[in-house]
């Protein structure tokens, strides 16, 4: 009976998903929370970041970009940035380069990123020297449908190992919505109150003199 207890457990075991770190995280600018919303024309920050490695030798990563509308590479840009040599995984002497590719009529373009050193390579501190890239979108002045990025898992790689010992998988897709125009109608302005005001006394007084007359 424990034989069929063990061998059962083993199975059990073997069948589960294995445990994955996810690199890069989605942050925002200088390590707050990521946006949520963002205004056209109003240009907006992240950074993808990759603490707790070690051993890092390299990273090659396609973020995309998508929205609800064909060919956003027109609607928006999209600039990608070379973290500081004190913020950057792989310092002064690290390799970066970025490049953008789209399809016509597609919902979404690549923005493709790498990065490298020589040698044994880095460990990387959460916020120490965990930034692989800055990423600064600007919506444009017409934009208004939620705005997604995720990274491609089918082109993912990452030179490391993880301090957990665990594999590494990319991060689920983050969206940023845009913000809500306010409706000037609900509430009127002080200017408009006081001439509401002025207004109503006017009315009362043509009443009142009246029917002294």
């Known amino acids: ?40 024309s109003t240009p907006f920050t ?19 970009v998508e929205t609800t509308s064909l060919n956003p590479i027109t609607l928006m840009s999209v600039e990608v940035f070379r973290p500081g040599d004190g913020e950057y995984a792989f310092g002064a002497a690290g390799t970066f380069g970025s490049s953008q590719s789209a399809i016509v009529d597609s919902p979404n373009f690549t923005v493709n990123i790498a990065g490298s050193i020589a040698g044994i390579g880095v460990n990387t501190v959460a916020g120490a020297n965990d ?4 990423i600064r979108v600007t919506p444009g002045s017409g934009l208004n449908e939620p705005l997604t990025f995720f990274i491609d898992a089918g082109s993912y790689t990452i030179g490391a190992t993880s301090e957990t010992g ?8 983050v969206t940023v919505f845009p ?33 002294r007359v």
Do not use: H, K
């Open 166 to 173: 665990q594999g590494l998988q990319p991060p689920d897709p």
């Open 179 to 211: 913000e809500a125009a306010p409706d000037p109608a609900v509430v009127p302005g002080p200017g408009g109150a006081v001439l509401l005001g002025v207004g109503g006394v006017l009315v009362l007084a043509r009443r009142r003199f009246t029917r």
């Open 46 to 64: 992240f950074e993808l970041r990759a603490p707790g490695l070690n051993s890092f030798t390299n990273f090659n990563l396609d973020l995309i």
């Open 131 to 134: 930034v692989l890239a800055r």
């Open 1 to 40: 009976m424990r034989t069929i207890v063990l061998a059962l457990a083993t199975a059990i075991g073997a069948a589960a998903p294995a445990r994955a770190d996810t690199i890069p995280l989605f942050v925002g600018d200088g390590g707050g929370p990521f946006p949520g919303s963002y205004q056209p």
